[in-house]
T-cell receptor, first 115, second 113 residues
Framework: AQSVTQLDSQVPVFEEAPVELRCNYSSSVSVYLFWYVQYPNQGLQLLLKYLSGSTLVESINGFEAEFNKSQTSFHLRKPSVHISDTAEYFCAVSDPSTGANNLFFGTGTRLTVIP | DVKVTQSSRYLVKRTGEKVFLECVQD?????MFWYRQDPGLGLRLIYFSYDVKMKEKGDIPEGYSVSREKKERFSLILESASTNQTSMYLC????????????FGPGTRLTVL
């Protein structure tokens, strides 16, 4: 089974500073990769995804993630964070060979943006 | 606007009670999922369903069952609630042609005393 590691459980960062949230997955076979975000008191929502093609994917609110097959990583970055980015971020993976619709989630990283 | 709704935002039950958590989606999605979310453990899949009357066990099905009698509704049942089932329960749905894109409800925070 797939597994996802998010090494940082909490990341505090000052407003307008850059941030990187790390994600590594277990398998070297083809996978689909996702980042979900959970704002306070809300359900999870999809932030961005990698299925194939360009290894750099972007979200509408300035986040980007790069698929690195050799390092089995899918780190999430933003060059300048806003207060509104305060949320919990979950990395997830699915395995096309066993069920692309099923997601395996990491344990989450709580991003706190400090004014 | 797409929507997944869950019957209760907060629920308090006693040990041994039978608990029903309801989830309804209005997007005509084939796939539905139940997760529990615990601090430091992330989301863990309890059960999922790819079609009406179909169910599959996820990673932690023990102590739970599910029912899917209609396409839009997926119920999670705790036959005899225990204190270790105190958690946040999240329901999600997805369409088969949007790989990995799950739509989540707001969650039900269940406390078992």
């Amino acid at each position: 089974a797939q597994s996802v590691t998010q090494l940082d459980s909490q990341v505090p960062v000052f407003e307008e500073a850059p941030v990187e949230l790390r994600c590594n997955y277990s398998s070297s076979v083809s996978v689909y990769l996702f980042w979900y975000v959970q704002y306070p008191n809300q359900g999870l929502q999809l932030l961005l995804k990698y299925l194939s093609g360009s290894t750099l994917v972007e979200s509408i609110n300035g986040f980007e993630a790069e698929f690195n097959k050799s390092q089995t990583s899918f780190h999430l970055r933003k060059p300048s964070v806003h207060i509104s980015d305060t949320a919990e971020y979950f990395c997830a993976v699915s395995d096309p060979s066993t069920g692309a619709n099923n997601l395996f989630f990491g344990t989450g990283t709580r991003l706190t943006v400090i004014p | 606007d797409v929507k997944v709704t869950q019957s209760s935002r907060y629920l308090v039950k006693r040990t041994g009670e039978k608990v029903f958590l309801e989830c309804v989606q209005d997007m005509d999605h084939e796939n539905m999922f139940w997760y529990r979310q615990d601090p430091g453990l992330g989301l863990r899949l309890i059960y999922f369903s790819y079609d009406v009357k179909m169910k599959e066990k996820g990673d932690i099905p023990e102590g739970y069952s599910v029912s899917r009698e209609k396409k839009e509704r997926f119920s999670l049942i705790l036959e005899s609630a225990s204190t270790n089932q105190t958690s946040m329960y999240l329901c999600a749905s997805s369409s088969g042609d949007r790989i990995g894109e799950q739509f989540f409800g707001p969650g039900t925070r269940l406390t078992v005393l």
